[in-house]
Nanobody
Framework: VQLVESGGGSVQPGGSLRLSCVFS????????MSWYRQAPGKERELVAG????????KYADSVQGRFTISRDNAKNTVYLQMSSLKPEDTAVYYC??????????WGQGTQVTVSS
């Protein structure tokens, strides 16, 4: 499995970004997908998760109502729409795939910087 993130960048507080993660190697629709982030000096944390069928989502309290995770199985892609961004959202964002047998795969990460 290969995961390739894109869409990161620099944005002012209150701005928006959409991250994309393209999945390849196996059957995308069989994997639960999630986004994590890691800020300097902090542990990696779950930002948002999405089940295989996409019917159930989970968000960190800090992003609830501002971020939306979605998937397009036809494009083998998972998205993270981020709005009302805050400086504390600054981090490297990682895409993660979880298979039914417990296999976990990570992308290389994309930097998001929120600063005025």
């Amino acid at each position: 499995v290969q995961l390739v993130e894109s869409g990161g960048g620099s944005v002012q507080p209150g701005g928006s970004l959409r991250l994309s993660c393209v999945f390849s190697g196996f059957t995308f629709s069989r994997y639960a997908m999630s986004w994590y982030r890691q800020a300097p000096g902090k542990e990696r944390e779950l930002v948002a998760g999405l089940t295989v069928a996409g019917r159930s989502t989970k968000y960190a309290d800090s992003v609830q109502g501002r971020f939306t995770i979605s998937r397009d199985n036809a494009k083998n892609t998972v998205y993270l729409q981020m709005s009302s961004l805050k400086p504390e959202d600054t981090a490297v964002y990682y895409c993660r795939a979880l298979g039914t047998a417990g296999a976990v795969y990570w992308g290389q990460g994309t930097q998001v910087t929120v600063s005025s």
